[in-house]
């Protein structure tokens, strides 16, 4: 079977995804060595065990494909601080983890649905998805424990500054790489 080559515009979006993945494994790996041992800990171990392997994941379809990764310096998570502010807690961090997973899979949804998806990439966005979806679910859940902690209306005030900040970087990054994402998506600004 012959390989259909990718632009270039692929190979920066599936890098993109790669250096993303690669940022969220060592925010996680960083946050889980700091916490006592416990459900939270164990939990944010799986998740950047998960990380770690999107990007190798992703880095074995470029490869595969006959592809390097490209360097990239930002990843999409890199501008969130900016957008909502250093999380102060650990019920902010999972706040914002959920809303950025739930962007993650939903970004790899659309781009699912991309026409002429070579299939390399579809076999690598449902392996990916399957993770994501238990992402949301244990971050969920542990917000879910915290409302004793931090009461039900402060998480969804919480969720919902990290919403809009979402909705900020991701429309930011949409408009500053348009050139690169449209031919291959068509997503919502």
Request: aromatic share 10%; proline share 4%; charged share 30%.
């Amino acid at each position: 079977m012959k390989i259909q080559p990718l632009t270039e515009n692929e190979k920066w979006l599936l890098s993109f995804y790669r250096t993303s993945e690669i940022s969220g494994a060592l925010f996680f790996g960083r946050l889980a060595k700091s916490l006592p041992p416990g459900p939270i800990q164990t939990d944010l171990t799986k998740h950047f065990a998960d990380e770690s392997q999107h990007s190798w994941y992703w880095t074995r379809c470029l490869q595969t494909l006959g592809e390097t990764p490209i360097k990239l310096d930002m990843a999409y998570q890199d501008q969130y601080i900016s957008a909502a502010g250093m999380p102060a807690n650990i019920m902010e961090v999972l706040g914002i983890t959920l809303i950025f997973e739930k962007r993650v899979i939903g970004q790899y949804a659309l781009h699912r649905q991309a026409p002429d998806l070579n299939p390399e990439v579809k076999k690598t966005l449902d392996l990916i998805v399957e993770d994501e979806k238990w992402h949301i679910e244990w971050v969920t859940q542990a917000l879910k424990d915290m409302e004793g902690e931090y009461g039900k209306e402060h998480i969804e005030k919480t969720l919902k500054r990290f919403y809009d900040a979402d909705k900020d970087v991701y429309l930011k990054t949409v408009q500053e790489h348009e050139d690169r994402i449209s031919g291959i998506l068509k997503y919502k600004k």
